[in-house]
């Protein structure tokens, strides 16, 4: 018997909470007890732990993931007048630090089937003001890295990863996060791993970039009172690098319960009617930060699944380009059709690697209702 009564959140950090619980508040109480707050230990840490996990020989801890992203533009000297491309399809923070610095974010239209960025429209994108290529690897699976570095690397351009929503995530084996010039992530609470608050962190393959965001994290600083550059005071605190490095441990069989979930989804919708599935693209590890399909009466399918206790989403309902800030860009809805296609029919359903089989079983079956009734 499915019970209907209880909610079935988006995702669920109380449940993770209680299976890590002592584990976490040891590691805070530590901090508490050295008194170290600020950068110290426990973030250098944390750095070598997550720099080891991703397969980079360097991992920088900052405040938050749109912290990451804008140092990272900063130390590619992003500025005024230049240009970084990047994708519509994505949280309005991959673009913010683009304007921020004064450059123009050019947006390029998705793949329909993966939702990330399609490489074969960035070349025509290319001018000599641009500076960057900024892939967002969305909902966990990998953006085509391999033809995005090529088309970097012909017209001399950095490529900073947006992994926001990729830890773990593979190509050909490879982490997403060591293939970039630089690479930034996310560790707000809700990501695959978060932190108790804001955090962040940026690697990549480029050390002296990463060099310069080392310093530029840290007010431009060599020494307490020396300081080379202008900097910002962007630096991961040490109770979130100590929650992260505990829940580090955890991640890989958090993501393989994710994929497990994914795979239920997709056996028990496979064959439905109205729904489109995910798609994985070969030689990829998808980690599932979201599970999303496409339904044609999108709003009225995830009022249904709202009302019934399903906590469904949408990831996201307005792109970049229609945003209030961006429409003095003038785009179109002919500018970014498959973008503007995704953003009108995707739901996101319930994932967390503590989902049940019973709560996938009752989405489905929630699901199915809603596609019979709207």
Same mark, same amino acid.
């Given at each position: 018997?499915?019970?209907?009564?209880?909610?079935?959140?988006?995702?669920?950090?109380?449940?993770?909470?209680?299976?890590?619980?002592?584990?976490?508040?040891?590691?805070?109480?530590?901090?508490?007890?050295?008194?170290?707050?600020?950068?110290?230990?426990?973030?250098?840490?944390?750095?070598?732990?997550?720099?080891?996990?991703?397969? $980079?020989?360097?991992?920088?801890?900052?405040?938050?993931?749109?912290?990451?992203?804008?140092?990272?533009?900063?130390?590619?000297?992003?500025?005024?007048?230049?240009?970084?491309?990047?994708?519509?399809?994505?949280?309005?923070?991959?673009?913010?630090?683009?304007?921020?610095?004064?450059?123009?974010?050019?947006?390029?239209?998705?793949?329909?089937?993966?939702?990330?960025?399609?490489?074969?429209?960035?070349?025509?994108?290319?001018?000599?003001?641009?500076?960057?290529?900024?892939?967002?690897?969305?909902?966990?699976?990998?953006?085509?890295?391999?033809?995005?570095?090529?088309?970097?690397?012909?017209?001399?351009?950095?490529?900073?990863?947006?992994?926001?929503?990729?830890?773990?995530?593979?190509?050909?084996?490879?982490?997403?996060?060591?293939?970039?010039?630089?690479?930034?992530?996310?560790?707000?609470?809700?990501?695959?791993?978060?932190?108790?608050?804001?955090?962040?962190?940026?690697?990549?393959?480029? $050390?002296?970039?990463?060099?310069?965001?080392?310093?530029?994290?840290?007010?431009?600083?060599?020494?307490?009172?020396?300081?080379?550059?202008?900097?910002?005071?962007?630096?991961?605190?040490?109770?979130?690098?100590?929650?992260?490095?505990?829940?580090?441990?955890?991640?890989?069989?958090?993501?393989?319960?994710?994929?497990?979930?994914?795979?239920?989804?997709?056996?028990?919708?496979?064959?439905?009617?109205?729904?489109?599935?995910?798609?994985?693209?070969?030689?990829?590890?998808?980690?599932?930060?979201?599970?999303?399909?496409?339904?044609?009466?999108?709003?009225?399918?995830?009022?249904?699944?709202?009302?019934?206790?399903?906590?469904?989403?949408?990831?996201?309902?307005?792109?970049?380009?229609?945003?209030?800030?961006?429409?003095?860009?003038?785009?179109?809805?002919?500018?970014?059709?498959?973008?503007?296609?995704?953003?009108?029919?995707?739901?996101?359903?319930?994932?967390?690697?503590?989902?049940?089989?019973?709560?996938?079983?009752?989405?489905?079956?929630?699901?199915?209702?809603?596609?019979?009734?709207?």
């Amino acid at each position: 018997m499915i019970n209907s009564s209880i909610k079935i959140p988006l995702v669920d950090l109380k449940a993770q909470y209680q299976s890590i619980r002592q584990e976490v508040n040891e590691s805070i109480e530590r901090v508490l007890e050295n008194t170290s707050f600020i950068m110290g230990e426990e973030v250098k840490k944390f750095e070598a732990s997550f720099a080891n996990y991703i397969n $980079t020989d360097e991992s920088l801890g900052v405040a938050s993931g749109t912290a990451a992203l804008l140092l990272a533009l900063k130390a590619c000297d992003v500025g005024p007048s230049d240009e970084v491309i990047t994708t519509a399809h994505t949280f309005f923070a991959t673009a913010e630090p683009i304007s921020i610095l004064g450059a123009t974010p050019i947006f390029v239209d998705i793949d329909p089937l993966t939702y990330n960025i399609n490489p074969d429209l960035i070349e025509a994108k290319i001018t000599e003001r641009t500076k960057a290529i900024i892939p967002v690897h969305l909902y966990g699976q990998p953006a085509d890295m391999r033809k995005i570095m090529k088309i970097a690397n012909k017209h001399n351009l950095y490529v900073i990863e947006d992994v926001a929503q990729g830890h773990g995530a593979e190509i050909d084996g490879q982490r997403c996060g060591s293939i970039g010039h630089l690479s930034c992530f996310s560790f707000y609470p809700g990501k695959n791993l978060g932190a108790y608050g804001d955090g962040g962190g940026v690697s990549g393959t480029n $050390t002296e970039l990463l060099a310069t965001v080392r310093k530029l994290r840290d007010h431009g600083r060599v020494s307490k009172y020396e300081h080379d550059i202008i900097g910002l005071g962007e630096r991961l605190d040490g109770l979130q690098a100590a929650i992260l490095d505990v829940k580090l441990k955890y991640l890989e069989e958090w993501t393989e319960a994710r994929r497990a979930a994914a795979d239920k989804y997709v056996e028990r919708l496979t064959g439905v009617d109205g729904v489109l599935l995910p798609h994985v693209t070969q030689n990829v590890r998808h980690v599932y930060h979201l599970f999303v399909i496409q339904v044609e009466n999108r709003d009225a399918t995830l009022k249904y699944l709202n009302e019934n206790a399903i906590g469904a989403g949408i990831h996201y309902p307005i792109p970049l380009h229609k945003q209030p800030a961006y429409a003095k860009l003038g785009y179109n809805k002919q500018s970014l059709p498959h973008t503007e296609t995704a953003a009108d029919k995707i739901v996101s359903l319930p994932m967390f690697p503590e989902i049940t089989d019973q709560q996938i079983d009752r989405v489905v079956q929630t699901l199915k209702e809603a596609l019979d009734k709207c």
